[in-house]
């Protein structure tokens, strides 16, 4: 039962999309290249670009992306406000 079961998941496995997923590095996605916060957002979810039908090396779709960046802004002028009262 368990061979088989292993055997089932093996075949399920779809090696051309797991091979794919491997180009997700940030290198790679050209439209992230000058970001700000490409570091913190790494070029977004990889989940939410294969269910919005986008290829892993877009850049997230606008209205994700200025969310993305608007968060991280704000978080981080948070943590440099928070900084500043510590060293006070
Ligand atoms: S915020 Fe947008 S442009 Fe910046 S790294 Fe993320 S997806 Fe790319």
Redesign the pocket.
């Known amino acids: 039962m368990r061979n088989l079961i292993k055997k089932r998941i093996n075949q399920s496995i779809d090696a051309k999309k797991i091979e794919s997923s491997r180009s997700q590095k940030?290198d790679n996605?050209k439209?992230?290249s000058?970001?700000?916060?490409?570091f913190?957002?790494?070029?977004?979810c990889f989940s939410e670009k294969i269910l919005s039908g986008q290829k892993i090396t877009d850049?997230?779709k606008d209205d994700?992306?200025?969310l993305?960046?608007l968060e991280?802004s704000k978080i981080i002028l948070l943590y440099a406000q928070i900084k500043d009262k510590d060293h006070v």
């Open positions: 940030l996605i439209d992230c000058e970001c700000q916060v490409r913190l957002c790494s070029g977004g850049k997230l994700s992306c200025n993305i960046k991280w």
